[in-house]
C-alpha cells in the first residue's frame, strides 16, 4: 500500500509502497478515509521534534475498519472510526485515575504498537507509526483501543478532524481551563487548534475572545469561529494589546496555541493575576520560556499544559461528534483545502505559508 515516510528531517516526505502486516491481537487493520494536516507532523520534518525513523506520520485521521485482530470485541469490518494517537492500555497508573491521553504504556512503546513492533516495513526495514496512528497512508493497522466507533453518515473529514485539533483545542477550553462564562480569553496562534480553541470558549460563553497570529487572513477566518477582537503580533506589541482591551487587567485566560517560547511568553505576560494560561503548541525541543518566577507567586498565575486538550479521547471524542451534530461546533467552514495523499509536501507548504483553516487529505 502507498504511504508517506519520513527518512530524515529536513527532506520532504517520500511516497512509496510500504508492507502492512495484518493485524494482531487487539490490533484493526483500518482503510483511511481522511487526514488533517497539523503542524504536530512538521515539527518532526523539521526536527523540532523527534520520533524514530523512518516513519509514517499523520495523527488526525478518520477511517473504515477493514479487518479485526484476536479478541477485538468493540468494532467490526465496515465500522467507521476516528483514529486516537494516544490509545490507552486501560491498566497502567494514569488509566487507572481516568486521565487516559497520558497512558504510559503508550508513551513507553512511542511509535511502535503495544506489543513493542511495528505492522509497517519496506523489507527488512521497520518503519514506525506515529502516535500509532500513521494515517498519512491508505490502510493502517492501530490498536483497537484507538479505534473511537461513529455513525456511518458522519462526514469523514470532519471526523478526522475530532481525532486531533477539535478535540485538542474544544477540549483545552473546555477541560483544561474551565472557561467560566463571562471571561475574557486570548488565543496566541490561530490555526486548527487555536480555531477550535476559540469556538470552545464561545460555546463555554466567554464573553471577550481575543485572535492573536501573525498572518491577517487567518485572524479574519477566526472572527468566523467566535473570535471578537483580533491582534496582529507583528504589527503590535501583542501583551499591551490585550491588557488594554481587557481594562487593563489582562485575560482571564490565556492560550498558547503555535508552538515557540516566545509565543509562550506572551500568553504569560498577558495573563491576569490569578489568572490560568494554557499551553497547547510543542515548542521545539531546543528552546527554554523565559518565565518570571516571582510574577508567577506574586500574581497568583497557574501555568498549565494541554495534551490531546486533557481529554479522555474515547469518551470526550464523542462529545465534540454531538456537539457538531446538534450545531454547536462549526467543524464544516474548518476544512479549507483539500489534497490527494501524493500532495502531502504541497499541503504542509501551504501550512508552513499560513493559509487559513485546515487541510485535509481526502484523496488516497
Ligand atoms: P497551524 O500551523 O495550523 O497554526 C499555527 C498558527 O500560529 C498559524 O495561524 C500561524 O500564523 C500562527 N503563528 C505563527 N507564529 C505566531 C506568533 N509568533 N504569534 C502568534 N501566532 C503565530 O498549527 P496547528 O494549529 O496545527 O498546531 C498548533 C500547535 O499545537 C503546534 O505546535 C502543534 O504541534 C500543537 C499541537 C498540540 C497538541 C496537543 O495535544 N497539545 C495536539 N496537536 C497539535
Ligand atoms: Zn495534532
Redesign the pocket.
Known sequence: MKAAVLYEPGKALRLEEVELDPPKEHEVRVRIAAAGI???D??FMKGEAKITLPAVLGHEGAAVVEQVGAGVTTVKAGDHVILSFVPNCGRCYFCTMGRTNLCDTHAATGANLFDGTTRLHKNSQRIYHMGKVACFAQEAVVPESGCIPIPKDFPMAQAALIG??VT?GVG?AMFSAQVQPGSAVAV???????LNVIQGARLLSASKIIA????DA?LEFAMRFGATHMVN?KAQD?VAKIRELTGGLGADYTFE????A??VE?AFNSCRKGGTVVV????PLSQRAAIDPVALVRFEKTLK?????SSRPSLDMLRMVDLYKGGKLNLDDLVTRHYKLDDINKAYDD?ER?A?G?GVITSF
Open positions: 497539523c503542524r504536530s512538521l515539527h486531533c485539533c485538542t483545552a496566541v496562534g490561530c490555526g486548527g487548534v487555536g492573536v497570529d501573525i498572518n487567518s503580533s501583542p496555541v503555535f508552538g515557540s516566545e509565543t506572551v497547547v503548541g510543542l515548542a499544559g494541554s495534551y490531546y486538550g501550512l499560513g487559513p485546515r
